[in-house]
């Protein structure tokens, strides 16, 4: 099934597409420097990219009539700063949102389906008119905002359409707030997702259901001791059940047979097997080069090695750096490196990255968890290959 990627950034949401069997008609971005990263993997024949027709080119004039109307499935993730706690909280005034032309997409290539992803902040209730405005947009992606109106106004339109219309919407959309660490990925990350089907596709999906819980991390760590005895940690590091999760703990000592999903993933799983670059200088990992600088404050602190990682982030004026460190097993913090960043993130190891560290950082704070992408791209193509199989009535 051909797709396209649009805000490709990275490439996590459009590597995990691929790896769900998505072949990319069109991967576009107009950064530059993510735009080398997916050329230069190319010239190393990183599998995860090869054969990607990449766009660098600003998404308002990509004309989408050059890739003919064969397209499954639209993917992207909209700039979010607009949206973001540490953005600018402009929304629909930022000239950075493009939900627009993520709207115009669906619009002149009517694809089967689509898988739209942005921050949380999104959902936040000083949103909620423009978040609604997003999704009847997605609904009804033919009913275009007329030159005399103003987003409030092409909303009420939509809101008049959508109560008074006697058939189907144009797209049947579905809405969640996904963490995901829920997933796999060794990264507390929660994104929302927009997921639409053409109605007369028929397809039928609902969001994947959760593969890890960090109920099954606790009983790994303070229960059963399985955590510990995997990165080969004392013995008496167990007994050191922290006082907030104690009572939890307590409660899950009689049930914790019955979890049936896998343990969160840890940062300390993450970057399992890579040297620490403060120290070893001579290895041949490429992005794994240490950055020194880091210190801790109050309301700046690092992850703990022993969950999963806080949220990369991207930051509007740079790195904020809190969320971009962890905390040794000595108690001192250290910058994440690029490897290991990507590595939060699910990138396998042989993609590299281009630019600065705060560059190819920024990369990595904007994008999508790879093995998040891939969970929920498997699963909407499950549908449309079943919606295919069956009958028409």
């Not at 006697?166 to 994104?191: I, M, S, W």
């Not at 962890?326 to 630019?355: M, W």
Request: neutral net charge; proline residues 5%.
């Amino acid at each position: 099934m051909r797709s396209v990627e649009l805000f490709a950034g990275a490439g996590g949401l459009a590597i995990g597409m691929a790896s769900a069997g998505f072949q990319h008609a069109a991967v576009v971005e107009w950064d530059h420097d993510a735009c080398e990263t997916f050329r230069e993997n190319q010239l190393r024949h990183a599998h995860a990219v090869e054969g990607w027709p990449v766009h660098e080119v600003d998404a308002r004039s990509f004309n989408f009539g050059t890739l003919g109307q064969d397209i499954a499935v639209v993917s992207g993730g909209p700039p979010c700063q607009p949206f973001s706690m540490g953005g600018k909280h402009q929304a629909q005034r930022d000239d950075r949102n493009m939900f627009p032309e993520a709207v115009r997409a669906v619009r002149e290539l009517m694809p089967k389906a689509f898988i739209f992803e942005n921050v949380k902040g999104l959902t936040r209730k000083t949103f909620a008119s423009y978040f609604s405005h997003i999704h009847l947009q997605l609904q009804y992606p033919e009913l275009t905002r007329r030159k005399d109106e103003n987003w409030m106004q092409h909303r009420a339109r939509l809101e008049q359409h959508h109560s008074s219309n006697k058939g189907q919407a144009t797209y049947n959309v579905l809405f969640d707030v996904l963490n995901a660490a829920d997933y796999g990925v060794p990264q507390k990350r929660e994104r929302v997702f927009f997921v639409g089907f053409r109605s007369d596709v028929g397809a039928r999906w609902s969001f994947p259901d959760p593969t890890h819980a960090e109920d099954a991390l606790l009983v790994s760590k303070w229960i059963n001791g399985t955590y510990w005895d995997e990165h080969s940690i004392s013995r008496k590091r167990r007994l050191e059940v922290p006082l907030r999760y104690a009572k939890h703990v307590e409660l899950l000592r009689t049930k914790s047979s019955l979890l049936i999903l896998d343990r969160w993933r840890t940062t300390r799983d993450a970057l399992s097997g890579l040297p620490d670059p403060e120290f070893v200088r001579d290895h041949e990992i490429p992005n794994h080069v240490f950055t020194p600088g880091a210190r801790a404050y109050v309301g700046h602190t690092g992850s703990v090695l022993d969950e999963p990682s806080k949220t990369l982030k991207a930051g509007y004026h740079g790195v904020p750096g809190g969320e971009n460190m962890f905390i040794k097993d000595d108690g001192k913090v250290r910058y994440f490196t690029v490897r290991e960043s990507a590595r939060l993130q699910t990138f396998p190891d042989e993609y590299e990255f281009h630019g600065s560290w705060s560059q190819t950082m920024r990369q990595l704070g904007n994008a999508v968890p790879v093995k998040l992408a891939e969970v929920v791209a498997r699963s909407v193509a499950a549908s449309l290959t079943l919606a295919s199989l069956q009958p028409e009535l």
